[in-house]
């Protein structure tokens, strides 16, 4: 009887830890801040490719960005499109902070250079690029797909994370 018992306690603390063994670990501040840019940036690279295609739909960006975010964000790019305005280009993340993280959505600041982007308006004109600007993202953890996508993004007048 106590044989039983005791190899039934191991069974039961083997089942155990190998359930905790399936849970994977938190990620680090590193990680989360590595997924962060890797969303920023596929959001970035799909509206150059919009622009490339002359239109824009909020699907394109929703891999990326939540509906809400992509739905704007895609009427934003088709009015300059619609403007006869072309840009070509992604801005590039020099700096990135993590500012707030919680189960369910992670605050960043970025310092984003523009520089190579070019754009150019309709009556061929050419417009100076932004040099290095301050944003405000916020990110929503999804439960499917890639598990961050931005729902917030706003540039800032804060410009420490830039300095």
Do not use: K
Request: glycine share 8%; with cysteine.
């Amino acid at each position: 009887m106590l044989a039983r018992l005791t190899s039934g306690i191991a069974l039961a603390s083997i089942a155990a830890l190998a359930l905790v063994g399936c849970t994977p670990p938190e990620p680090t501040d590193e990680q989360i801040l590595v997924e962060a840019r890797e969303t920023y940036d596929g959001f970035y690279r799909a509206i150059d490719d919009q622009m490339t295609a002359g239109r824009a739909t909020g699907e394109d960006l929703e891999p990326y960005a939540t509906s809400e975010l992509a739905t704007e964000w895609a009427g934003y790019v088709q009015t300059a499109i619609d403007a006869g305005t072309t840009s070509h280009g992604v801005p590039t993340i020099v700096d990135i902070e993590l500012v707030e993280q919680s189960n369910e959505q992670v605050s960043t600041e970025l310092c984003v250079d523009g520089r190579g982007i070019e754009t150019t308006n309709e009556d061929g004109s050419t417009t100076a690029p932004s040099e290095l600007v301050a944003w405000s993202a916020t990110f929503t953890r999804q439960a499917d797909g890639p598990s961050l996508q931005i729902a917030g993004l706003a540039p800032i007048q804060d410009q420490t994370v830039c300095e």
